[in-house]
């Protein structure tokens, strides 16, 4: 019975009991204990197999949930943008450290190098965060860094510029796709004064 009921739920887990009792079955010395969980029984491994799968399935279920502040939807705020620009300038602010690093104490490059590898700048406040807890004077140098380059982008950055190049890339995106798309009468070559000439 219980075989049944688990082929429903896990073909692999209703195989392996099947063997278990025909090896039962043929003959074979059966050792038992009151510590050891008989073979009517599911084993602890198999168990614990079955829950993590429909904990996984569960898992997946809640990743596609739909969050409001991933979308388009910039109706009051722009703080994902906001967000998308700290962690820029981390990462920025990082790459610049670790060149200056490299030029000036070898040791601690190689030290931040390693921390680079295993963590992710582009996550900005979590980053700063873990290295501050680690090195307060790299993770202070790279937080002045990120504001120093964020000041100097603020000097440069024309924003009539920036828009005028969404705008115009846009347009030429547009352009291509429409090139794509349209059907372009063919020409007949042989037909015509092509063929005239030819007598």
Request: charged share 30%; net charge positive; glycine share 4%.
């Amino acid at each position: 019975m219980m075989i049944q009921a688990l082929s429903i739920s896990s073909p692999s887990l209703a195989a392996s009991l099947r063997r278990r009792e025909a090896a039962s079955r043929k003959g074979l010395a059966k050792l038992s204990s009151p510590f050891l969980w008989t073979d009517s029984r599911i084993s602890a491994r198999m168990l614990w197999q079955i829950v993590n799968r429909l904990s996984r399935r569960q898992m997946r279920v809640r990743k596609m949930e739909i969050v409001d502040e991933l979308g388009g939807q910039y109706e009051h705020t722009f703080n994902d943008v906001k967000l998308q620009i700290r962690n820029y300038f981390t990462f920025k602010a990082v790459r610049t450290v670790l060149h200056q690093l490299y030029e000036m104490n070898p040791s601690e490059y190689t030290w931040f190098y390693n921390y680079i590898a295993t963590n992710r700048p582009g996550e900005g406040k979590r980053f700063l965060q873990a290295l501050a807890k680690e090195r307060q004077v790299l993770a202070e140098r790279v937080m002045v860094t990120r504001l120093h380059l964020y000041a100097k982008w603020i000097k440069i950055c024309d924003h009539e510029k920036i828009y005028k190049e969404i705008s115009d890339e846009n347009l030429e995106l547009m352009r291509e796709r429409l090139m794509e798309t349209v059907i372009w009468p063919v020409d007949d070559v042989g037909s015509g004064s092509d063929s005239d000439s030819y007598e």
